[in-house]
């Protein structure tokens, strides 16, 4: 047993749902449970077991996971780590759209873990001007191995052509491939409507400075859905440069 209590296969400690879990999952996945009980990893301390070491919540879940993939080389940050923990910690099929040299992909792999999530992660691995390293999907799978982990399914393509083949509901997708507003229009056009209903679709980049696509082509989509009479999309929120939005029609 280590100091978090009886920790599983994946680091995560099995423990039964209760109510007081609304806190940090979901009204979707809180029905789900309901279906379920015990049937998935939770954080919160099992009802009428105090002290079992499981008081773990899912702010410090969230913490351990993206200190995990800080050992991984990538772009996004570490409190953007917790932030896409948190967000694609649910049921389904998260789905990533470019992971460079797997942090990302470490983050979700942990994410769909805690609820036997499927993963995919897409990624054609171009070679991008000023990068040390090109990722490919044999350095995907040895940075993941490298802090324990393994990445679900890698589908080595644009996404755009992957697109065309996935025909999936998605749970939560990750946007961070090109970056090019042409491209980002693409992935929006392309894979919004695969979303499904209580599911979040996250960009990376938003606002970043000098990567002006991701944010011309997140707003313009945005404007064209935004009816405050009939409301399809939410905004969930923003952590640095990741923004999310979760799909409630
Ligand atoms: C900013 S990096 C991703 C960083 C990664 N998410 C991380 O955590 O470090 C962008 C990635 O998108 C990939 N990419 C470029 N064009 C793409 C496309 N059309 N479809 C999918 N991925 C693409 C690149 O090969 C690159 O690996």
Redesign the pocket.
């Known amino acids: 047993m280590d100091a978090l209590g009886e920790a599983g296969p994946t680091g995560f400690i099995p423990v039964h749902v209760q109510e007081s879990c609304t806190d940090c999952i979901d009204a979707a996945a809180l029905e789900y449970t309901r279906k379920e009980p015990g049937g998935f990893y939770l954080s919160c301390p099992p009802q009428g077991e105090p002290g079992r070491g499981t008081e773990m919540t899912i702010e410090k879940e969230s913490k351990r996971a993206a200190l995990l993939s800080m050992k991984v ?4 940050r570490f409190t953007e780590a917790r932030f896409l923990y948190q967000l694609g910690r649910r049921k389904g099929n998260l789905v ?10 470490s983050v979700l792999a942990q994410a769909a873990a805690v609820f036997n999530a499927s993963l995919t992660s ?5 070679v ?1 001007p000023g990068m040390k390293q ?2 490919s999907a044999e350095i995907v799978k040895r940075n993941l191995a490298a802090v324990g982990l393994k990445p679900g399914k890698l589908m080595v ?4 052509a ?1 697109a065309a083949v996935y025909q999936d509901e998605v749970s939560f997708l ?1 946007i ?4 090019d507003y042409e ?1 980002v229009r693409e992935d929006i056009a392309d894979w919004a409507g695969k979303v499904k209903v209580t599911g979040v679709m996250a960009f ?2 938003m606002f970043m400075p000098h990567i002006s696509g991701v944010a011309q082509a997140v707003t313009e989509w945005w404007l064209s859905i935004f009816d405050i009479h009939n409301v399809t999309w939410k905004l969930e929120g923003m952590t640095d440069f990741t923004i999310a939005f979760r799909r409630v029609k």
């Open positions: 080389p990538g772009q996004i990533e759209i470019g992971c460079l040299h797997g942090r990302s992909t897409i990624d054609p691995f171009y991008t090109q990722g393509m644009e996404s755009h992957a990750f961070d491939g090109n970056h491209h990376h980049d």
